[in-house]
């Protein structure tokens, strides 16, 4: 069955370290986004992706690093410079043609401890 | 402003109820819109999307876009309690040179037997 893969479903981690989340796609879809979602936020976008070995910032990139070395990945590091990391963390993917709808996978819980 | 707005809810209501959604949105450019259910805990799932103007239904869902007013809605007919969730509408400004979609910060729906 085609879709996302987010792991893990649940991260612990500690003050002062990196933590890297992982997202994988089977869709065949060019264009992959990250978001934070907080209560009363709704979703927030930290980066996406384009096409491979290219990625831009969203509105909320700082303390966050991406790469996109292969069409399917799209890992998120969270790095020690986020202030506040705790938050649920949803992968998304989409065909790039404009008009087409957003796949989300079922997200990472990070909890900073 | 935000560019999307949505009540948080919670909207609460009995089994076999209508239920209306609604999103308001401030930039007349927007064209394609969609309508995600989350439920706790879990990745957004699409359940619609339209591209301008009008109604599609699907089910006992049925997607209303009104641009003249800036408004979109998602009702549900024959509300069951699997429908408690919280429910996202997104929407696409076709101006972005990006594959950039806005969210709105997602109204919670509980359905009680």
């Known amino acids: 069955d085609g879709g996302i893969t987010q792991s893990p479903k649940y991260l612990f981690r500690k003050e002062g370290q990196n933590v890297t989340l992982s997202c994988e796609q089977n869709l065949n879809h060019d264009a992959m986004y990250w978001y934070r979602q907080d209560p009363g936020q709704g979703l927030r976008l930290i980066y996406y992706s384009q096409i491979v070995n290219d990625f831009q910032k969203g509105d909320i990139a700082e303390g966050y690093s991406v790469s996109r070395e292969k069409k399917e990945s799209f890992p998120l590091t969270v790095t020690s410079a986020q202030k506040n990391p705790t938050a649920f963390y949803l992968c998304?993917?989409?065909?790039?043609?404009?008009?087409?709808?957003?796949?989300f996978g079922q997200g990472t819980r990070l909890t900073v401890v | 402003q935000k560019e999307v707005e949505q009540d948080p809810g919670p909207l609460s209501v009995p089994e076999g109820a209508i239920v209306s959604l609604n999103c308001t949105y401030s930039?007349?450019?927007?064209?394609?819109f969609m309508w995600y259910r989350q439920y706790s805990r879990k990745g957004p799932e699409l359940l619609m999307y339209t591209y301008s103007s009008g109604n599609k239904e699907d089910g006992r869902f049925t997607a209303q876009v009104d641009k003249s007013s800036k408004y979109i809605s998602l009702f549900i007919r024959d509300s069951q309690p699997s429908d408690s969730a919280t429910y996202l509408c997104a929407m696409q400004d076709p101006s972005y040179n990006t594959d950039k979609l806005i969210f709105g910060t997602g109204t919670r729906l509980q359905v009680f037997p």
């Open positions: 998304a993917s989409r065909v790039t043609l404009r008009y087409t709808e957003a796949f």
């Open positions: 930039n007349s450019a927007f064209q394609y």
